[in-house]
Structure formats: C-alpha cells, structure tokens
C-alpha cells in the first residue's frame, strides 16, 4: 500500500492561502451566490436593492432553518424526509395551544416540543428499532401529517395571540428581518455545536463510520435520536416563523419542504454519506435557493419555471462540487 | 497414455506487483488433465493472487500462460470462462433471489421463438446438470433456500454447464460437514475421470492425501517446490510453507511475578468459540494465534463488548467485571485494535486528529465547564502522539483515508494510547502494511507493553511476527484453545501442528 502521505492541492503552491480559502465549501459557494445577485443584479435594477437582499433572506428563512437540522441528520449519514409533515404538525400544535389559552410562550413550547417528539420517534426507529433512516422518516411524513390535519379536522386555524406576529414579521430597527436574525444565530449556535462540543465531532464519527464510533464507546444509539430531535426542533422553529408571517396555521403546510431543505443541504456540499460538510454552506445553498426563486418572480418568470430551475441548479450544485472535489482527490 | 501429453494448462513466469510491493515472483505452476493439483500456503503467500490471474481477475504485470500448449491471453474474466477456466470461491457469487435452474444458465437462458424464456427447458437442463454433480435438489428453488454444500455443488454444476475444464476450488471443505465433504471428494475423482482439471486450494494438509495428486507450496510469493503425493510428508510441507530463519529481536521479558490484569474463563459463544481460558499479566504480549476462522476476531470481539459471549467472565485487575458493549471495554482500560481498518476502526472522512481522540472524547474526558471539547488540549495530544509514533502526513489535519496504510494503522494505534487503554487487543495490526512500518509498530507493542506497562492480547496469522512478539502463544483450532507454548518451547513448526490439528 504506496500512497502519497498528504496530498497537497495541485494549487497550493502557486496561491498558498487564497487556495486554501477557495477550497473552503462555504466560502466558494458565497461566491456562486454572489455571482448569481450580480447577474440577477445585471438584468433587473430591483433586484440588488437592500430591501431585496433583506427580502431573499425572510424567503429563504424557513428552508434555512429547516436545512440546519437537516444538516446534522445528513452528517450522521441519515435522511430526514418527514420535515415537511412535523413542520405542519408543531404549527398546528400551536395553534391548537393558542385557542386552548396557553398563552403566547406556552403555545410556542407546545409546538417546539412537538416537533422535538416527532423528532424523537424519528430517532427511536433509527437508532433503536435499526431502521433505514428513509423509510422511518418516509413513514413518519404520512404520519406527523395526518396528525397535523386530525388536530383541527384539516382546516387553518387563523387569528393567533397578539404578539406573535413579530417573529415572522417584525423588524429589527425597521430594517432587519427577525426571521433573518432568528437565522442567523441558529446558524451560529449550530456551527458551534458542530464545531465545539461532544455532540457535533460525535455526529461527524458517526456519519463517517458508525462502527468505529461504537467501538471507540460513542453512545452511537442516543446520539442519532439527539439528531433527528434536533431536526425536529429546528423544523418546529421555522414553522413558528411561517405560522407568524400568515398569521394562522396550515395543516397542509410545508409540502415539499423535505426536498427543498435536503436539496439545500446538497448545494452546500454535504455529502449524502454522512461525515463530510460544512453547517454555514448548508446556509448558503438555502440562500441560493431562495435567490433564484425571487429573481425569477422579479423578472416574471412563471412559478411553475422556478421549481424546474431549483430542481436543475441542485443536480448542477452537486455536479459542480463532485468535480471540485475529484480535483482535490487527485 | 504412453505419450507424454501437453499440459492442459501451463503458467511460467508470472510477476505481480501491487502498489510497488511484488507479490509474485517468476511463479511457475502447472496442470495436467484428469489431475488434482494442490496449492498450500500461508495467508498472503500469493496463492489467490496467481489464480485471480488465471481467471483474469487480475492481470499479470510479465509471464505466459499456456492452454494445451497454445500460448493464451486473457484480458477479462469472460474470456477466462470462455477457455474453460471456473473458480468455485469460498463466498459463491450467486443470485441467490433467483432459482437454482436461472443461476446455472444466467446469461444464457434457453429462449422461446417469442424470446422469452423457455423455463420447460430451463428446468430439463437444469435437472441433468445438478444429476451430473449428483445433486438431488429441485432446480425451482431459489438459491438462497440451499444449504453450503448443496449451493457448492451448483457452483461446480454451473461451472460444468459453461465446459468448464480447469476448475479452481478456494478452500471447498472449509464449511462442510464431514458428510458433504466425502460428497465432494467423490465428485472430484469423477470430474477426473471426465479429464477435468482441478487447481485446490487448501489450509487443510490432512485432506491432502484424501485427494492430491501433486501439491505444491507457494512462500511469499515464490513456489518454494512441487511434490507427487507419494513424496509428501506433512511435516516436510510445513517446513516448506513457514520456511525462513527468524531475525534475532529481543524483545525483552516481562518482569516473572507481574500482577494478572486480564482473565477470561469459560468464554462460549455458540457456533463460534467454546471454553476459552486465558490471563494476560502486566508487561506481558500473548498472541492468540491460529488459522483463518479458529474464532479469534470473534473471542476478541467478545471480550470488548462487541458481541458480547454466551457464557463467561472477563476479569480486570482481579476484579470481574460485566461488558457489554464496546464503552464498557473502554471504562476498563481495554482498547480494540481491529483487524479492518478501514470498516471498523478509522472515520476515512475525518482529520488525523479527529479520528486519535474519538475514544478520549467519548469516555467524557478533559471537557470544558463539562461540556465542550477543548481543542487546545486535542492538538497537544496529538501532536505528541503523532510524533512519538511517527506519523508521516502533511499536517494533522489530513483526512486519514489520504493516509498510507502503515500511517493509518498508526493513527489507530494512538487512539487507544491516548485513551490510556492499558490493555490492548491487536487484532492482526500489521496486515497490508509495508515492512518499515510493520517494523515500527511492533516496537511501539513492545514498548506499550514494557516501558508503560500495557499487557496485549496479538492476534496474528503472520507466525513470525508472534514468535518475535509474544511470551506466549495460545493456538485457537475450530473455536477451542488447543494449544499454549511458552516463548522457548515456541517454532512455527509446533504451532502448525497445533493449528492444524496434526499433533
């Protein structure tokens, strides 16, 4: 077994740190971002306004939110395809609570908490049971939905308490979306999980090989439930932010949310056999998503071209970053 | 028979290197019609590498074969087949979903005018073919409903259907029952009579008599000879397979009264190990030695918590203690050092660091406030680490599967040293790794044992590398200990003959 000990990119002697940068996940997507505002930029002066950038990121909140528990789960090597159903689930918990005069705080925490359950079951039959990943969360998709739509006998519930409005809607300094901050600092409290404590280096072990995290005592079993309670939790965080921007909670919302969180976490890179990824790339390919959506709404392009388009730029993201890393391989 | 016919098939001079190391050297080998010809040899002696050459599974870096005389050259396994040459391996490669008749003529199915498959046929010739090798079982079956032997004899079957006229065998009796192996014993001596070839690999010398007509013993990657069965004696044939003098090492002695740190009474694990006793004292390197499936990974694996055993106790330290799983090993100092590093003790994707503090990390040590992982004392770690068991990477940050396997085996290494195991079992720590490194982990065992007071448990099939190693060496044979040698009663011969069973 003759190998290079390390093998350097082909660039790292020509460019040093520049290239190191570059191979960063999340900062050469920035760019690919960035590219993207300025073409959309070049063809519609609407579009690189302040308000516009701010927009793309209350747009792009909810599948953020969502793509950052995503993340973990995609790490640890599983697949959470039931975001779109808990997400309906908790926003009706809510709602339910709110009627029932839990009050404000007590209304979210019935619904963070229900969407941390569901998360939990998910884990449950995972790690316990040694289910595929797929098809437990595949199951719990129709399962959290018919929840969803039993809790209110399938329609809205509109008119929540006073003061909710303010995640969804409010602004900061009446500039800054709270949903883009509400983003922001669970982008930074995941990155910190995943970079500082126990529970992060484990969900990378386990995503990169599950036996030798066992044999190393990693708890593995309890491990992944705390996973997918985190996706949970985070699918329940974005569905307050929605369910506060419509003012009322949908029981069929949420639709096709799975693929568009999952497709979020595949732009930033991760990679679908769990260990390998970077949380602010997840942010990024979330972003990217919204951006081409927006853009395309702001030069009047039917909707029905914006799923086409997000479809197609998700099999180029990955196509691109297959062919970064080949390069960095060889 | 009076005229001195061609060989029916002919190697010479056949090298093979992989990544730099060569496996074969100038290899010489041949087969006569009608004949049985043995390959005997240790683990990595090269002898499944000559044969995947000959079915064309690998290709031969220089050297000729030759079918009845005629020059050949293969460059994919069809074209092997399409000469007449099929391998009956240890792990059958069938569609086992599929019925016995569809795996006997895949990829040549009897069709009807209308091109659909004509199983009225099928199932006729699927019948005469398994009447040919004398299997009585129902060609509607599907594949996975058969028992070992019977699946073998389909295997030999279809290997009859395609013309087969050299057929190679991989260990064929290693899962038998003593009933199926008389079966194939039988079916060998009609094939050749039919004038078949049989090439047959084997680990087991007492079969030798039973079936070869000429054996020869292949020695890291040379064949050291060829013998009639009339010229062989087992005894000789083992000298032959271990061969070389050992280098002198001195690897010390552990102090005589150390205190005991591990002991394993009545360890039984069904199908797989019964009554296994031992102790391990402090300073003290025992190899549990044996051939491929003795049950060593697997006792191993028991008393790390990774298949917990049926019955028996592990004690550490005099105290008994209960594991039953691999964290528990890990609370009692024991570390696992597997066999495949790749499937069971590295995270390829993950950084040289991340992967030599995973255990640390998981037993809860040396976290911040309790709870965050204190990257300042990681890298300390590993760098020392990395530097005392000279880990050659471009930083630390490397991801392992970058790594050469010499390096990785390192990198596993100090995980479990900066776990602070303080017994360590190695399950074959040097397989796949070049000589220097090779080197250079056995004097961190030797070390781990008698500078810092570890105890090892090594498991290797490489009997040199035991014999330089250990102070004592148990012999594992079909899931029980059959034999313990002290360090001067010790040589390859008579651990040989405890595995295979001769004395």
Known sequence: MQQSDARPSRFAALTGPLSTLLSNQAVSLFFILLLLWLVLGAMSPVFFTVNNILQITLQGAVVALVAAGMTFVILSGGIDLSVGSIFAFSAMVTGIAMQSEFGLFGSIAAGLLAGTAVGFLNGFGVARLGLPAFIVTLGMMSIARGGALLLNNGTPIFGLVDGFNIIGQGRIADVIPVPTIIVLVVYLICWFVLRYTPFGRFTYAIGSNPEAARLAGVRVSLQVIGIYMLSGLLTAVAAMVEASRLNSTQPAGGDGLELNAIG??????????????????????????????????????????????????????????????NRQGS | ????????????????????????????????????????????????????????????????????????????????????????YQHFSQATHLSIAENLFLGNLPRNPLGMIDYRRLYQLARAALEAVGATVDPRLPVRRLGIGDRQLVEIAAALTRNARIIIMDEPTAALTDREVDRLFALVHQLKAQGVGIIYISHRLEELHHIADRVTVLRDGRSIGTQTIAEVEIDNLVRMMIGRDLQAFDAGAPEPDAFEVLRIEGFTRAGKYEDINFTLRRGEIVALTGLMGAGRTEVAEGIFGVTPPDSGAIYVRGQRVQINQP???????????????????????????????????????????????????????????????????????????????????????????????SILIADEPTLGIDIGAKEEVHRLLID????????????SSDLPEALKLSDRILVMAHGRLVGELSRAEATEKRIMAFAFQVE
């Not at chain 2, 950084?351 to 976290?367: C, K, S």
């Not at chain 2, 781990?448 to 498991?459: D, K, S």
């Open chain 2, 1 to 88: 028979m009076s005229e001195p016919k061609p060989y029916l098939l002919e190697m010479r001079d056949i090298c093979k290197s992989f990544f730099g190391v060569q496996v074969l050297h100038n290899m010489h080998f041949d087969l006569r019609a009608g004949e049985v010809h043995v390959l005997v040899g240790e683990n990595g002696a090269g002898k499944s590498t000559l044969m995947k050459i000959l079915s064309a599974a690998y290709q031969a870096d220089s050297g000729h074969i030759f079918i009845d005389g005629q020059a050949v050259q293969f460059h994919h396994p069809a074209q092997a087949r399409a000469a007449g040459i099929s391998t009956i």
């Open chain 1, 264 to 325: 979020a976490v595949v732009i930033g890179g991760t990679s679908l056999f769990g260990g390998e990824g970077s949380i602010f790339a997840s942010l990024i390919g979330a972003l990217i998503i919204a951006t081409i959506r927006n853009g395309l709404t702001i030069l009047g392009i039917s909707a029905f071209w914006q799923n086409v388009a997000t479809g197609a730029i998700i099999i180029l993201a990955v196509y691109l970053d297959r062919l970064r890393r």
């Open chain 2, 448 to 459: 781990f044992a008698r500078q810092q007071g570890g105890a090892v448990l090594l498991i």
């Open chain 2, 327 to 421: 964290g528990d090993a890990l609370r009692h100092d024991i570390g696992f050092l597997t066999e495949d590093r790749a499937a069971t003790g590295l995270g390829m994707a993950l950084n040289i660091r991340e992967n030599m503090t995973l255990p640390y990390w998981a037993q809860g040590r040396d976290y911040i406030y309790g709870l965050l992982l204190n990257h300042r004392r990681e890298r300390q770690l590993t760098d020392d680490y990395a530097r005392s068991l000279n880990v050659r990477a471009r930083n630390l940050s490397t991801a392992v599967k970058y790594l050469s396997g010499g390096n990785q085996q390192k990198v596993v290494l100090a995980k479990w040293l900066l776990a602070r195991s």
